[in-house]
């Protein structure tokens, strides 16, 4: 694979960009939404005037937490939430599939990384502009050498790890106007290197009992659109008791779980309008007794 085909997308995007409803569509505590802007803009507007010697600043971000708990979709949407503040009023977003990357050809993947993120990256954002870079699932193109399988040539991972790490360095100094936005469900799989250059790294949580009760309301309301009876269920005492009942839940899961309710009654697949309280619990219910396996059999593995 071409370093070319592991870059998903490049977009400029303005502040009043269709993309602002990305971030709004998460529902987290707004200080992790704040903290993430601000790191953006301070990162943006602050590093091009000052030496990276001075301010120590990759210009990188670490989102960990839980599959489900909307990282990626924060990061893509985060571009409009600051090019209102950014010289020009436009930031450029570029998405990577680092998974792409790995190859198991000796030396294949230091060459690739290096090739992608030391040049191909810093090529597209040649004109200055402002561009947050979104790595998705950074684990593994920054896998921790310290824990490195002897089945899975070690040789090769720690010198992959290594190019990730020449090329932050490079661009930090070189590239202030880039900003690197790292997922990852599993930081303990991250280098430690990695992760001391990361500016910030923050936790997306699993939602707590008023987010969920939003992420069920809200997904109801868009489907109230259409079948208007379900606006009443979504505006409802009942929807506090359900999500009392959806905790555990991630919120992609949460918003999947509305579906499956549906999902339930032939009544409801023909009319979604109908969708008691009653059914909106049973599959809320089945959800996390589902999880909840999920969680043993993996434990036991």
């Not at 977003?93 to 191909?120: C, D, F, K």
């Not at 920054?142 to 990730?164: E, G, I």
Request: charge should be negative; aromatic fraction near 4%; charged fraction near 20%.
């Amino acid at each position: 694979m071409k370093v070319q085909e592991c870059v998903l997308s490049e977009d400029v995007i303005a502040a009043d960009s269709a993309e602002a409803a990305l971030w709004h569509a998460i529902v987290v505590p707004e200080a992790i939404k704040e903290r993430l802007r601000n790191q953006t803009l301070l990162s943006l507007l602050v590093r091009p005037d000052l030496p990276f010697a001075m301010t120590a600043l990759h210009g990188l971000c670490t989102l960990y937490g839980p599959p489900g708990t909307g990282k990626t979709t924060l990061a893509r949407g985060l571009p409009a939430q600051v090019a209102g503040y950014v010289p020009g009023g436009e930031v450029r977003r570029i998405e990577i599939n680092p998974h792409g990357l790995m190859s198991a050809e000796h030396g294949q993947s230091q060459r690739r990384v290096s090739e992608l993120l030391g040049e191909y990256v810093p090529g597209l954002a040649a004109d200055g502009m402002p561009t947050v870079v979104i790595l998705d699932e950074v684990e593994s193109m920054a896998v921790a050498r310290s824990a490195a399988s002897l089945a899975a040539n070690p040789a090769d991972v720690h010198r992959a790890t290594d190019a990730v790490l020449t090329a932050l360095d490079l661009n930090a100094i070189e590239h202030p106007h880039l900003f690197f936005v790292a997922t990852s469900n599993f930081t303990t799989a991250l280098d430690e290197a990695f992760l001391s250059r990361s500016d910030a790294a923050i936790l997306i949580p699993l939602p707590e009992i008023e987010a969920l009760r939003e992420i069920l309301a809200s997904t109801l309301l868009a489907l109230a659109d259409k079948y208007p009876a379900l606006e009443e269920l979504a505006h409802s005492s009942a929807m506090t008791f359900i999500a009392e009942a959806a905790h555990g839940l991630d919120g992609r899961r949460t918003r999947k779980v509305v579906f499956e309710a549906l999902a339930q009654r032939l009544n409801t697949v023909l009319d979604p309008g109908c969708l008691t309280r009653e059914d909106l619990t049973t599959a809320v219910r089945n959800a996390v007794a589902e999880n909840g396996r999920l969680e043993v059999s993996d434990a036991a593995h």
